[in-house]
């Protein structure tokens, strides 16, 4: 029974089309974020949601958005894409760091993007 | 801004032999964590270290943090072949998510 699961795993497109990751969590996190992982592995964050509020990494462009239908899902959507955007990216969930939490992540299999 | 800084990145060690990785974080982080990644694969927590001086061991793998140098180590004793992986640590910054070392790429040869 998968923690954090996304689709597709795998994923091919042209330059300039839109595209979507799904992502859900059945852990009953309230917490849910997108990281990047290029070609060196370097992982960045992208993004993090909860039900209240979107904290969004600035250096992220505004083609990358985020939607959440409820606090198990938090999808990824992206426009107009560009070659630079071929990477892994990472769906994870915990619960909010807090008095009492450990503020851990649960890493979703990962989707890999290539742009051509 | 919290930067996670690791080395080395890349260590080719043979198996028998005991190693560390280090961490240096640059601001408070009130948590350290340790996970690793297996190529092609997602991130698997290894250690959460919650407070200066924790320690905590699994199997041959111990991590250790102390939050006043702000450095972190995971220390390999007698490697294997199956450690070969990459292994990052993270802190938090204050705000929601963890920010993360470049990775340290580990191959453990026989």
């Known amino acids: 029974d998968t923690a954090v699961s996304q689709t597709p795993k795998y994923l091919v497109t042209q330059m300039g089309n839109d595209k979507s990751i799904k992502c859900e969590q059945n852990?009953?996190?309230?917490?849910m974020y997108w990281y990047k992982q290029d070609s060196k592995k370097f992982l960045k964050i992208m993004f993090s949601?909860?039900?209240?509020?979107?904290?969004i990494n600035e250096t992220v462009p505004n083609r990358f958005s985020p939607k959440s239908p409820d606090k198990a899902h938090l999808n990824l959507h992206i426009n107009s894409l560009e070659l630079g955007d071929s990477a892994v990216y990472f769906c994870?969930?915990?619960?909010?760091?807090?008095?009492?939490?450990?503020?851990?992540?649960?890493f979703g299999e990962g989707s890999r993007l290539t742009v051509l | 801004e919290l930067k996670v800084e690791q080395n080395p990145l890349f260590l080719s060690m043979q198996e028998g032999k005991n190693y560390t990785i280090y961490c240096n974080y640059s601001?408070?982080?009130?948590?350290l964590y340790w996970y690793r990644q297996d190529p092609g694969k997602s991130l698997e927590s290894l250690f959460v270290?919650?407070?200066?001086?924790a320690v905590k061991q699994e199997g041959r793998l111990m991590a250790s943090l102390d939050t006043k140098a702000r450095l972190s180590t995971l220390h390999i004793t007698a490697a294997v072949h199956d450690l070969s992986a990459t292994y990052f640590c993270?802190?938090?910054?204050?705000?929601?998510?963890?920010?993360f070392g470049k990775g340290t790429h580990l191959i453990i040869q026989p």
């Open positions: 994870a969930s915990s619960r909010r760091g807090g008095q009492g939490n450990i503020g851990e992540l649960f």
């Open positions: 852990l009953g996190h309230d917490t």
């Open positions: 949601y909860n039900n209240k509020e979107l904290i």
């Open positions: 601001t408070t982080s009130d948590r």
């Open positions: 270290l919650l407070s200066n001086g």
């Open positions: 993270a802190g938090r910054g204050g705000a929601d998510g963890l920010t």
